[in-house]
């Protein structure tokens, strides 16, 4: 129901932007909250930028001021903008979506979503 598209391979202090299609079946403006999560090698998978209905946006303090999390929901999509790529955002990258209502911490949390995507990769080499 969730597709990701965008990653790609960059040098440090470049731009990606990721895109995350939602399936006709499940249209993006039934999620309460979307979020983008990331999973580096050898790491636990951790919360990125969420977003609720409202537009609210949350971010992880090692993204702050370099992403930029987005939702269209007429388009049924949903957005991570990435600018001054380090590499240690280097993972892959994941969109996940749920109908439920929680708090802006509780959103970060990867246990607190139903839906994900396949994932896409962002490399960003020095």
């Known amino acids: 129901q969730l597709v990701e598209s965008g990653g790609g391979s960059v040098q440090a202090g470049g731009s990606l932007r990721l895109s995350c299609a939602v399936s006709a079946v499940s249209a993006a403006y039934s999620f309460i909250y979307m979020a983008w999560f990331r999973q580096a090698p050898g790491k636990e998978r951790e919360g990125v930028a969420t977003?609720?209905?409202?537009?609210?946006?949350n971010y992880a303090d090692s993204v702050k001021g370099r992403f930029t999390i987005s939702r269209d929901n007429a388009k049924n999509t949903l957005y991570l903008q990435m600018n001054s790529l380090k590499p240690e955002d280097t993972a892959m990258y994941y969109c996940?979506?749920?109908?439920?209502?929680?708090?802006?911490?509780?959103?970060?949390?990867?246990?607190?979503?139903?839906?994900w995507g396949q994932g896409t990769q962002v490399t960003v080499s020095s």
């Open positions: 996940a979506a749920d109908w439920r209502r929680m708090t802006a911490i509780q959103a970060l949390s990867v246990n607190r979503y139903n839906y």
């Open positions: 977003i609720d209905i409202d537009g609210n946006t």
